[in-house]
């Protein structure tokens, strides 16, 4: 049961412009959001996350929105630079519950 | 900043063997994880601990898995009679607490042979 997905495998931009990952759930239990970075051969890196009582969340030059109607959430990348090239995982859980849902990730290339 | 380490980095194995696989959590962290990933998928809970409870187990945690975690720090997942699909990454994380960040390790490839 993908309860987490990210319907794009892969997404190409251009160095300086927006990157635009995008996450899509089924549980409307979910209540904390996260995303990951992944480079070869390491383990996933926390990004950024939000909980269901936000709408947007912002470090740096990334941001997360959620849309909690549509069960949707994406992550911006503002400006995008090389070293962003990576998978990036997009992670939902439930309160008291231990099992984080993730989803099968997104290659990002960010072309010099 | 030692971070989460797993050891070893990559297994190979043949179909029937036993193998065991260690993971070293950042020392504070109370929450230790065991994810597994295969190729084109994002990584799949399979067991959780709070110090040396093993509190969560993934219904794809069959029998021939065990973890333990037997002084709250480091843990062991061991993988009985290995079977040609359990060939995958197998992330071990920690974290603080609930609604904390997990950190990953690196990873054990495991290969079935």
């Known amino acids: 049961d993908q309860q987490v997905k990210q319907n794009s495998p892969s997404l190409s931009v251009q160095e300086g412009r927006i990157s635009i990952l995008n996450c899509d759930y089924t549980n409307s239990m979910f209540d904390y959001f996260l995303w990951y970075k992944k480079y070869p051969a390491e383990g996933p890196t926390f990004l950024i996350s939000?909980?269901?009582?936000?709408d947007k969340n912002e470090d740096g030059r990334f941001t997360v929105f959620l849309n909690k109607s549509a069960k949707h959430l994406s992550l911006h990348i503002v400006p995008s630079q090389p070293g962003d090239s990576a998978v990036y995982f997009c992670a939902a859980s439930v309160s008291n519950n231990n099992d984080m849902r993730f989803g099968a990730g997104t290659r990002l290339t960010v072309k010099p | 900043d030692t971070g989460v380490s797993q050891d070893p980095r990559h297994k190979i194995t043949k179909r029937g063997q036993n193998v065991t696989f260690r993971c070293d959590p950042i020392?504070?962290?109370?929450?230790l994880y065991w994810y597994r990933q295969t190729l084109g998928q994002g990584p799949e809970f399979l067991t959780y601990?709070?110090?040396?409870?093993?509190?969560?187990k993934s219904r794809l945690l069959s029998d021939r898995f065990s973890a333990e975690r037997p002084k709250g720090s480091f843990s062991t997942l061991e993988i009985q009679r290995t079977e040609q699909g359990d060939s995958a990454m197998y992330l071990c994380?920690?974290?603080?607490?609930?609604?904390?960040?997990?950190?990953f390790g690196s990873g054990t490839q495991l290969s079935v042979l």
């Open positions: 601990f709070q110090n040396e409870a093993q509190l969560e």
């Open positions: 994380a920690s974290s603080l607490g609930q609604y904390e960040k997990l950190f």
């Open positions: 020392s504070e962290h109370n929450r």
């Open positions: 939000i909980s269901s009582i936000k």
